[in-house]
Nanobody, 120 residues
Framework: QVQLVESGGGLAQPGGSLRLSCTAS????????RGWYRQAPGKERELVAR???????DYADSVKGRFTILRDYAENPFYLQMNSLKSEDTAVYYC??????????????WGQGTQVTVSS
């Protein structure tokens, strides 16, 4: 079982920066990806950034060039650096760990979410 706790959200001005942190505790048989998702009011949860165990990194088109996920896959906590924030980045941000609890059973763990509000 893995527990995830996010921190670092809050209020930022347009053009400002925030860094989100996700601390993982517990154990899992094998991790395949770690990442960040967000959900704005009235919208579905969407991928923001994800790094796989193989080192591949994916970003949503809307955040490319502005957001950076950790580079060290084993790092704990892991971070999302958000620069040049826009009002449309306002959402609840969730960290995620995806993997397997044994050779066959997949698992998807989520943090409780942290609010990011971008407003002047």
């Amino acid at each position: 079982q893995v527990q995830l706790v996010e921190s670092g959200g809050g209020l930022a001005q347009p053009g400002g920066s925030l860094r989100l942190s996700c601390t993982a505790s517990g154990s899992i048989f094998r991790t395949v990806a770690r990442g960040w998702y967000r959900q704005a009011p009235g919208k579905e949860r969407e991928l923001v950034a994800r790094i796989t165990a193989g080192g591949s990194i994916d970003y949503a088109d809307s955040v490319k060039g502005r957001f950076t996920i950790l580079r060290d896959y084993a790092e704990n906590p892991f971070y999302l650096q958000m620069n040049s924030l826009k009002s449309e980045d306002t959402a609840v941000y969730y960290c995620n760990v995806r993997g397997y609890t044994d050779l066959q059973t997949s698992a998807d763990y989520w943090g409780q979410g942290t609010q990011v509000t971008v407003s002047s």
